[in-house]
């Protein structure tokens, strides 16, 4: 499985701090216990927040506001991006409603969708078949710039080349 490395700006990933790294998610009552904890606000009973899939597979999730580099403790990852819960009225059901492998730290490929699923497949929690928001991200030939692609549109906002049609972001290492 592919394991992705930060990409982001140093500056951000100076302030990760181990007590500041992402809570480990195995069932819907640690979304429940870490929102209560937390103060999450809940929008019609949900709340998006940041996550990565650790190296070791594991779910951790942070405040939406928080870097990805953050939730991981500076560590690579196998997907990161933001995942949306929907807490039920019951108090004990969750279900993941949204989920996108939006990462601009860490870049992760659609393809990442395997190592969510899998985390995900043993908390016992409802969710998507898929990425419910499927980013592209390319490393620009001619400036070098970190691009995220949008509409199908595969020109660099910052020098106009062309990206490349293949993901370059990172090397294709295996754990």
């Known amino acids: 499985m592919q394991i992705y490395r930060y990409v982001g700006p140093k500056?951000?990933?100076?302030?990760?701090?181990?007590?500041?790294?992402?809570?480990?998610?195995?069932?819907a009552?640690?979304?429940?216990?870490?929102?209560?904890?937390?103060?999450?606000?809940?929008?019609?009973?949900?709340?998006?927040?940041?996550?990565?899939?650790?190296?070791?597979?594991?779910?951790?999730?942070?405040?939406?506001?928080?870097?990805?580099v953050i939730c991981a403790g500076g560590q690579p990852v196998r997907s990161a991006g933001e995942i949306t819960f929907e807490l039920g009225q019951s108090g004990e059901e969750v279900e993941v409603i949204e989920v996108s492998n939006q990462s601009t730290g860490y870049c992760?490929?659609?393809?990442?969708?395997?190592?969510?699923?899998?985390?995900?497949?043993?908390?016992?929690?409802?969710a998507p078949d898929g990425f419910?928001?499927?980013?592209?991200?390319?490393?620009?030939?001619?400036c070098g710039s970190l691009i995220l692609v949008k509409h199908g549109v595969f020109e660099c906002g910052e020098c106009g080349a062309k990206l490349p049609a293949a993901y370059n972001v990172q090397s294709t290492s295996q754990p």
């Open 29 to 68: 009552k640690d979304v429940r216990v870490w929102v209560r904890d937390t103060s999450q606000e809940l929008s019609a009973g949900c709340v998006t927040v940041a996550f990565v899939v650790n190296a070791d597979g594991v779910l951790l999730v942070a405040d939406r506001r928080s870097e990805h």
């Open 108 to 126: 992760p490929e659609p393809e990442s969708w395997s190592a969510v699923a899998e985390a995900l497949s043993g908390t016992g929690l409802l």
């Open 132 to 142: 419910t928001f499927a980013c592209e991200f390319r490393k620009c030939v001619g």
């Open 11 to 27: 500056p951000i990933a100076d302030r990760v701090r181990p007590e500041l790294t992402g809570v480990a998610i195995r069932s």
